[in-house]
């Protein structure tokens, strides 16, 4: 059973920075993409970054170019996948999830049909 556990978020003023880690286990990710959701109060829930674990391609929302990055790390038996943000603003407040999708051809990243969800960390930007 796949497990995905996010830490990292917090409240932070406008213009700053958070890091959001997600640790992912209970199988191998050599074929899968991870990426990262969000969700604000009353929105759908929104792509935000996605990487494929093999190659490390890289797929950002329109919303967050140039100002978050996606990157992935594996070691004992557990994947990590980390969202950097920078230069936030109000409009980043939202619960962030981490998800996994499986079995994915290696290279792709998908912005959709994710298999596996973390219970999300919220991210609150005060301007």
């Known amino acids: 059973q796949v497990q995905l556990v996010e830490s990292g978020g917090g409240l932070v003023q406008a213009g700053g920075s958070l890091r959001l880690s997600c640790a992912a286990s209970?199988?191998?990710?050599?074929?899968?993409?991870m990426g990262w959701f969000r969700q604000a109060p009353g929105k759908e829930r929104e792509f935000v970054a996605g990487?494929?674990?093999?190659?490390?391609?890289?797929?950002?929302g329109d919303s967050v170019k140039g100002r978050f990055t996606i990157s992935r790390d594996y070691a004992k038996n557990t994947a990590y996948l980390y969202l950097q943000m920078n230069s936030l603003k109000s409009e980043d407040t939202a619960v962030y999830y981490c998800?996994?999708?499986?079995?994915?051809?290696?290279?792709?990243?998908?912005?959709?049909?994710?298999?596996?969800w973390g219970q999300g960390t919220q991210v609150t930007v005060s301007s």
């Open positions: 998800a996994a999708r499986t079995a994915y051809p290696p290279g792709g990243v998908p912005i959709s049909g994710y298999d596996y």
């Open positions: 209970g199988r191998a990710f050599s074929n899968s993409a």
């Open positions: 990487i494929a674990w093999s190659g490390g391609r890289t797929y950002y």
